[in-house]
């Protein structure tokens, strides 16, 4: 029988696979400070310890300003950790569940991204997921890496949540509506992941090693996922100090941040839908799901 481990246990996708892989049975999940990804000697005796037959790894360094001043920890925990997990798992025969980001391409393709685009992170976050990808691929170990977008959950700090707080906090909000892409659930990626692990089980199956994109189906802007959240936080029984006319649309260059996002963060799935038989959802059928748990209690 397979053997799980999971790192990054408190962060959004680390906490739905949890839910999504207990089902599975012998999941062991870990968090930072049972397995500092810092360190290598840390991991090793971690992987030492549990020997798993599959390392899905979730944990990341994933504050993106933060990163353009603290290279060496983005880097190290999103470009060198994945690659002494996949080392391990490549000497084991263990099977490693990746993830990456849309930020390591630059965002100037007019179509969504397929997983052989070229890729040109423009900030440091996108460029140390970016080596961290060659890192796994590299390895030599059974891999799936799923390149995901805008992600967000009950679970952990998002865009959703920043937005459903400043909405109670403010009566006007400014929000870029000049870069496009698809808010995906954390639940959504642990559910996904969920399958993968089961078709990676299963030793008769093809090898699907590999890249995939996975985000909701659709797509926005970050102006436009925030109407969303504003439009359903109104119908259910948030008190807000705004109303949906008060979101005003700007410009990236209205909102300078120190790391550069890509305008287009659209990422083409057919590839993971294909391969894994897997459906994916409307993109706004995750965020009005997520508010729903967010919600006040209805008396
Ligand atoms: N969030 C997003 O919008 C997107 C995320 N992704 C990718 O998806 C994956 C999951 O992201 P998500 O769940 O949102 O990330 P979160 O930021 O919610 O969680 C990341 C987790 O990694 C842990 N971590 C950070 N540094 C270390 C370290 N040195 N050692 C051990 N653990 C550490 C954090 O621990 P602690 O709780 O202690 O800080 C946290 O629990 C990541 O690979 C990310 O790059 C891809 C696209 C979008
Ligand atoms: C809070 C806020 C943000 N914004 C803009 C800034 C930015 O362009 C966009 C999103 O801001 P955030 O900082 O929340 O999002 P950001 O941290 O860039 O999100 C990214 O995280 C990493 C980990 C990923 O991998 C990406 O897929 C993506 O989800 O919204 C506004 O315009 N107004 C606001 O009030
Ligand atoms: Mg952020």
Same mark, same amino acid.
């Given at each position: ?6 790192? =990054? ?25 049972? %397995? ?14 549990? +020997? ?22 983005? %880097? ?52 140390? +997921? ?33 937005? #459903? ?7 006007? #909000?400014?929000? @870029?509506?000049?870069?496009? =892409? ?9 559910? @996904?992941?969920?399958?993968? @692990? ?37 119908? +259910?029984?948030?008190?807000?100090? #705004? $109303? #949906? ?14 790391? +550069?996002?890509? $305008? ?19 993109? $706004?059928?995750?965020?009005?799901? @997520?508010? =729903? ?7």
């Amino acid at each position: 029988m397979s053997s799980v481990l999971v790192t =990054g246990a408190n962060g959004q996708v680390g906490f739905e696979l949890q839910r999504s892989l207990a089902p599975l049975g012998n999941v062991v999940a870990v968090t930072r400070a049972e %397995m500092d990804l810092a360190n290598e000697a840390s991991i090793l005796s971690v992987l030492e310890e549990h +020997k798993p037959s599959i390392i899905v790894n979730p944990a990341a360094y994933t504050a993106v300003d933060r990163a353009e001043s603290e290279r060496e920890q983005a %880097m190290a925990v999103n470009a060198a950790a994945p690659g002494v997990l996949a080392r391990w798992a490549a000497d084991r025969g263990a099977y490693l569940v990746h993830y990456s980001t849309d930020y390591v391409f630059d965002g100037t393709k007019a179509d969504a991204y397929v997983e052989t685009d070229p890729v040109n992170p423009q900030s440091v976050y996108g460029e140390s +997921k970016w080596l961290g990808e060659k890192a796994v691929r590299s390895s030599g170990a059974g891999h799936v890496i799923l390149r995901t977008s805008w992600v967000y959950g009950h679970h952990g700090n998002n865009f959703l949540k920043t937005i #459903l707080r400043l909405a109670q906090e403010r009566n006007s #909000l400014n929000i @870029v509506a000049d870069q496009i =892409g698809a808010p995906t659930s954390a639940a959504l990626i642990a559910d @996904v992941t969920r399958g993968v @692990v089961e078709f990676v089980s299963r030793s008769e199956g093809p090898d699907v090693s590999g890249t995939y994109h996975l985000s909701a189906q659709g797509n926005t802007s970050w102006y436009g996922y925030a109407e969303q959240i504003v439009r359903e936080a109104l119908t +259910k029984n948030f008190t807000l100090a #705004l $109303q #949906l006319d008060a979101l005003k649309p700007i410009t990236t260059a209205d909102y300078p941040t120190p790391a +550069k996002r890509p $305008q287009n963060s659209r990422l083409n799935c057919a590839k993971l839908m294909d391969c894994f038989d897997l459906p994916l959802p409307a993109w $706004q059928e995750g965020v009005n799901d @997520v508010i =729903g748990r967010l919600a006040p209690a209805a008396h």
